[in-house]
């Protein structure tokens, strides 16, 4: 994945200033970085769910704004939000996503999707009587059901319980050889465990990017605070 001088303002206040981040394939990637620095925003433009005001990105050679369909079926996100709807049940909203992105064999991948999740004994059931913990699992079903080639976490432990963190951690650090992650997270020890780098963001610009192999926790955490100050 390529992001090239992306830029983005709300009401006119100035987010991002001109982000450019390489996402190798099968790369693990941890977006640190304070409040308000434009992690959520940026994650958000490379998951095409925003338009930047200046700037591209790109997917397996799929740029977009323009390519932006193309590029959605090689893009997995979760968010804060599992975005699945409360009045189907969880088999429904599988199937409804796995028809959107063509996925083939949907009799099989649904249950092995939501079994993977923990979630096959209540496949019948209506989201709107899940727990907020049960909606993200869902969430992370449906984000994986079209096997994609980027997977874009934005703070996608919000709502889990010590199990599902568990089950989110094997998702990131067991992806496919070939699939790419890219973690926003306020959660340092956790980027730092589980993925080979970390970028910062801080005032809208790309203020840091190390290995994790070159870093020690307590100086992700310095760079953090100094960041934040």
Known sequence: MRVRGVAHAFAGRPVLAGVDLDVAAGERVA?????????STLLRIMATLLTPREGTVAVGGTPYPEGVRAARRRIGY???DPLVYLDLTAWQNLRLFGDLYGVDGLDDAVPDALARVGLLPRAHDHVRTFSRGMAQRLGIARMLLHSPDVLLLDEPYTGLDAQGSRLLDGIVTGASSGTA????????????ALCGRVVMIARGLLAWDAGTADVSHD???????ESAG
């Open 78 to 80: 979760l968010g804060h």
């Open 31 to 39: 977006v640190v970085g304070p409040n308000g620095a434009g992690k």
């Open 181 to 192: 992650v890219v973690m926003v997270t306020h959660d340092l020890a956790r980027a730092h």
């Open 219 to 225: 100086q992700l955490a310095q760079r953090y605070a």
